[in-house]
């Protein structure tokens, strides 16, 4: 079993940053690729950003690349989100996840096996 829990949602204007941490408990945390989620009331999960189990590779979500970036620290078991330049639309309950590394940086929830319990992002206009 891995434990996550994330921390860092909050609101904020337009423009502004977040930055979210997601801190993982349980198994070996290096054995995971991670990826973040968001779902916005009445849509569907999406898959925001990705990262490999030694972080050398990430992945993103056209919606958000070059505005946010996922980093790991595997001594401190934790995977970080940073969002830049916040929009309306990136208003969302993020999630981190775990995935078994063979499904390093895939969009798809259902290769995720560990989730947390989400945290609230709302970005006003």
């Known amino acids: 079993q891995v434990q996550l829990v994330e921390s860092g949602g909050g609101l904020v204007q337009a423009g502004g940053s977040l930055r979210l941490s997601c801190a993982a408990s349980g198994r070996t945390f290096s054995n995971y690729a991670m990826g973040w989620f968001r779902q916005a009331p009445g849509k569907e999960r999406e898959f925001v950003a990705a990262?490999?189990?030694?972080?050398?590779?990430?992945y993103y979500a056209d919606s958000v690349k070059g505005r946010f970036t996922i980093s790991r620290d595997n001594a401190k078991n934790t995977v970080y989100l940073q969002m830049n330049s916040l929009k309306p639309e990136d208003t969302a309950v993020y999630y981190c996840a775990a995935a078994p590394k063979v499904y390093s940086g895939s969009y798809y929830p259902d290769k995720y096996d560990y989730w947390g319990q989400g945290t609230q992002v709302t970005v006003s206009s």
């Open positions: 990262i490999s189990w030694s972080g050398g590779r990430t």
